[in-house]
């Protein structure tokens, strides 16, 4: 079924040279025929004549240009049914076109209180109605002349640079340009003046003092002597609290996980332990949190916390129970295709929302929902934990939480999380809340589906850019071969709207949707067994490999990135 974008895409593809104007007709024709998933890209990539990256780019073209078509329908509706001034609304049109990531406009009147979250919400719905009537006028005129116009250029005169894509520029009049360059003036002034003025004289140095002693570690208890020694000696411990060691089963840069036993106790614990002296003030945040926030949640599908404290000598530790399993991350990796069968994908999908809702009701938001802090325990049912809280957040004013700019947005910035399964607004740092985590599990549900992601790219950078403006494919493009059911592709392209209002409520209501019927209809698709089954598709154990959960206890204490 044609849409505009085939119409956006077919004039990039002409633009940047990369098929022929007779190509891109000849399918743009089939495209209008087709009554399928396929767009005009996917035909033209079955037809051989796109390679992968020629399929990136014309789709990274496309959301920019739908992005500032759609913004510049929201400026057309604030003008007109509002008072906010044109030249505020200038000044933060030339705000955003100079920053690294395309922010709705709207997002941002309503963060510094100039519009309500009622008035940006009718304002929207006016740029959908807006934006469909112009759609529809678009396809039908192209149709009428057998799409002969499909080779006026998008932007003349330019090479389709993501700078070139701008609202003032594209889509505004001459009153509009005039204010948005006099902001830019502006701005371009204020920041030379600030370049301009004198520095105060440096004062003369002052005498070196003498060397202070070694600073108590701040987790050491009054009185008591930090731990002395690096991350070997961590290692070489025997004994930790209550707890007598057994094995090491991971460690990481700023600590170690340690498989122990509790005095006079048969069952294992997993003991987490932060070297303080090697952590920032950051990481010993989010592990106080960690414990803090995990302590406050009882869940079957959530880790469960059994002890936590400091040492005699200074170190903060956290106890959780010995998971034998795997993460989900490595059920993935291990598995055909790094496909799970939908019955399974479904069942873990459940579990993970059962969780997360009791998470939910308990005030936090995990923030870093990804396979690596799901784990799957063993014995071929499918049974999962999350875990790994150092990111979480209570509400919207959490007292304790560290300022630390999880997802950063500035180019340069160290950017702290798994930009893979990040949330559009976590990149905006908006107001998060329940229905973050839902996009995160999304990516991650798409994953198990078709092995892959729904956004790709090479650098974190490139993720966020991709998280923010680019449409995801649906699930039929990702995995042809597979039978999904259209209540599916719904769900999952709810699950990954770009706004938190286009999501899913709840963990709760995916559920209801699921248990309504779907997630059978999703187990009777094509090599799918029944979810009352117990699919066991686990791989078998890897030589070496220990069948304790590890890699998601250690958490940050890696001190790694992870994409």
């Known amino acids: 079924m044609l849409s505009a974008v085939d119409i956006i895409s077919g004039k990039i593809i002409l633009q940047l040279a990369l098929a022929t104007a007779d190509e891109v007709r000849a399918f743009l024709r089939v495209t209008d025929r087709d009554r399928g998933t396929r767009d005009l890209v996917n035909h033209l ?7 992968a990256k020629s399929v990136e780019l014309i789709r990274h073209r496309a959301a920019l240009y739908e992005h500032v078509r759609g913004e510049a329908a ?16 200038a000044q933060m049109i030339a705000g955003l076109e100079r920053s690294a990531f395309r922010v709705r406009l709207g997002s941002v009147l309503v963060k510094q209180g100039t519009l309500t979250t009622e008035q940006d919400s009718a304002l929207a719905a006016l740029q959908r109605t807006a934006t469909q009537k112009d759609d529809a006028r678009v396809i039908e005129r192209y149709r009428q002349e057998d799409f002969a116009g499909i080779e006026r250029p998008l932007i003349p005169g330019s090479r389709l640079d993501p700078l070139d894509f701008k609202i003032s520029t594209l889509f505004r009049g001459k009153e509009t340009r005039a204010l948005v360059d006099q902001a830019e003036v502006a701005a371009l002034r204020a920041a030379a003046a ?41 290692r070489a411990l025997k004994r930790i609290g209550a707890y007598s060691i ?53 869940h079957k599908n959530v880790i469960g916390v059994i002890d936590s404290g400091e040492t ?36 873990i999908l459940e579990q ?28 071929g049912k499918h049974e999962v934990k999350i875990m790994d809280f150092g990111l979480a ?64 790219s090479e650098t974190a950078q490139g993720y966020m850019t991709q998280h923010l403006i680019c449409p995801p494919p649906t699930l039929a493009e990702a995995s042809p071969d597979r039978k999904w059911p259209q209540e599916l592709e719904k769900l999952v392209e709810r699950m990954l709207a770009k706004t938190r209002d286009e999501r899913p409520a709840s963990c709760r209501a995916i559920q209801d949707e699921l248990r309504s019927g779907l997630r059978d209809r999703i187990a009777r698709g094509e090599d799918s067994k029944p979810l009352a089954e117990t699919v066991d598709v686990e791989p078998p154990a890897q030589k070496d490999e220990k069948p304790w959960g590890v890699r998601g206890l250690l958490g940050r204490l890696f001190a790694a990135k992870s994409p």
């Open 352 to 379: 993970v929302l059962e969780g997360l809702q009791a998470v939910h009701d308990a005030g936090i938001v995990h923030r870093d929902m990804k396979p690596e802090n799901v784990f799957v325990l063993a014995g």
């Open 45 to 51: 990539a079955a037809a051989g004549r796109l390679d």
């Open 194 to 234: 600030r370049a301009s003025e004198p520095r105060p004289a440096a004062p003369p140095p002052a005498p070196v003092p003498p060397l202070p002693p070694p600073p108590r570690s701040p987790s050491a208890p009054a009185g008591k002597k930090p731990f002395v020694g690096g991350i070997d000696a961590v």
């Open 74 to 89: 929201y400026v057309r509706a604030l003008e007109r049914q509002t008072q906010v001034p044109k030249t505020t609304v």
């Open 393 to 456: 957040k209570r509400g919207s004013q959490d007292e304790d939480e560290v300022d630390d700019a999880v997802f950063r947005t500035t180019p340069g910035e160290d950017i702290v999380g798994s930009p893979a399964y990040i949330a559009p607004e976590s990149i905006t740092q908006d107001e998060v809340d329940g229905r973050t985590d839902i996009y995160s599990v999304g990516v991650m549900f798409f994953e198990m589906l078709t092995g892959k992601r729904p956004i790709e």
């Open 312 to 347: 005699e000598d200074g170190l903060t530790y956290l106890v959780v129970p010995a998971l034998a399993g795997k993460e989900l991350r490595a059920l993935l990796d291990t598995s055909p295709a790094k496909i799970l069968e939908p019955a399974v994908a479904v069942r």
């Open 246 to 298: 057994v094995e090491v089963l991971g460690a990481g840069g700023m600590g170690c996980v340690f498989l122990g036993q509790q005095d006079g106790r048969c069952e294992f614990a997993a003991i987490k332990v932060m070297l303080d002296q090697a952590a920032s003030p950051v990481e010993k945040g989010r592990f106080k949190r960690e414990i803090r926030v995990t302590q406050g949640i009882s």
